[in-house]
């Protein structure tokens, strides 16, 4: 069981900058993955980014946002963060932090992951 906590959401103009937070809380994350996945309405959930959690040179991302966005990772807090930059206005969603053990072809896969974080949201103005 673990259970996951977002922050860092916001309003933002394009080019700027955001850093959410996934707090992760019940356990010790170990041989875990933790990605970030984004949902707008009318649209499928996609993928984003992934970690793992024992190697953090062991990172996904999708291509768009691939040299903008970094996925990191703090064990002594058991948490990811996801720093975004360069923010576009189709980057806006509602971001959620996802925990499970999926294998490398699968990380990009939202039904790879158990737990689930409540969103937060993003906008970015143009």
């Known amino acids: 069981q673990v259970e996951l906590a977002e922050s860092g959401g916001g309003l933002v103009q394009a080019g700027g900058s955001l850093r959410l937070s996934c707090a992760a809380s019940k356990r010790t994350l170990s041989d875990d993955t933790v990605a970030w996945f984004r949902h707008e309405v009318a649209k499928e959930r996609e993928f984003v980014a992934a970690?793992?959690?024992?190697?953090?040179?062991?990172?996904y991302y999708t291509d768009s946002v691939k040299g903008r966005f970094t996925i990191s990772r703090d064990t002594a807090k058991n948490t990811v963060f996801l720093q975004m930059n360069r923010l576009k206005p189709e980057d806006t969603a509602v971001y959620f932090c996802?925990?499970?053990?999926?294998?490398?072809?699968?990380?990009?896969?939202?039904?790879?992951?158990?737990?689930w974080g409540q969103g937060t949201q993003v906008i970015v103005s143009s």
């Open positions: 970690i793992r959690w024992q190697n953090d040179d062991d990172v």
């Open positions: 996802a925990v499970g053990r999926p294998i490398q072809s699968q990380v990009g896969v939202d039904e790879s992951y158990g737990y």
